[in-house]
């Protein structure tokens, strides 16, 4: 008896500078290993034009019924967003935060880790392992969109703006049972909180109140409770002592980026948007923008990208696979194959084709 293939659909979303660069090569990475499955499995692609350029032509970031175009793809596989002659917050908002909100893609999942063959500031002897998981709470906490400019009418020189953070019991209690649910399937079973409620003292009072209620449902999870001043020294001088950090959207935001730099670099991180119900597709893009200053030169390191593919694949189910991108990945590295962010001199497209070439070594 033969098994049908199954056609797993993907919305590719390159948008902005190296975005485009590194979509290709996860892309390549993806029909290769497809390829390779004796018919198991297939992609199935769609490209979206959507980003700054599409907004300097049209106006909009993506069309105004792009959500209904997304919302029957099994995945989206993103780029980066961002260019320097439209206003971050418009291009952000008009594109990345408007799939993660109107998705409900409400846990970011960043690991970082050590991959070997690369310098990081971190690693102190060759046998050092180091890795763990940023759960980044991703629909409300400080970029929920609540505020406004203009306020309180002071005249010119005097303008007043409210930027306030929303944060919910439900939305609180759902990303922390994913960070310790997480933590349960990992070897290190300790789940790390981080706010700054001392000084913000109702939504992130609200959010160490129902932390620990959860806590008491997984008594076989270490926990702490950390001042994200605190932590971030703790990501650089005891980074052995975590392994589920799990922070709302903007402190997690910032945190992910200083563990991706002490891996060895942000174009190595991957991240997935997930929406876990099911009910809308998830998204998966590599934690870093859209680098103007590399973009088009094929310089840009598209590991992050294609650890993000490798974090699609187990989301289809397919973790087999995910675990075969992720050696290919390792092989690579370990050679010395490296763009010039981690100290090489290899490009995009070299470090694509050694991936693709370790997949069957
Ligand atoms: N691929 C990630 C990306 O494009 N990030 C751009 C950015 O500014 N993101 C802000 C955020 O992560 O909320």
New binding site residues.
Partial sequence: MTTAPRTFRIAAIP?DGV?KEVVAAGRAVLDALAEDSAGAFAFEWREFPWGCEYYERTGTMMDEDGLDQLKDFDAIY?????WPTVP?HIS?WGL??KICQSFDQWANVRPVHFLPGVVSPLRKADDTELDWVVVRENSEGE?AGLGGRNLGGRGPGGEVAVQSALFTEVGCERIMRFAFDLARNRAHKKVSSVTKSNAQQYGMVLWDDVFKRVAADYPDVETESVLVDAMSAKFVLKPEDLSVVVASNLNA?ILSDLGSALAGSLGLAASANLNPERRYPSMF??????APDIAGHGLANPIGAVGSAALMLEHFGLPDQAARLNKSIEATTAVGILTRDVGGTASTEDVTKAIIDALNA
Avoid: K, T
């Fill in positions: 948008a975005g993103f780029g980066a967003v961002g971050d952000l990345r935060l970029y935001d893009e590599p934690v870093h923008g859209s």
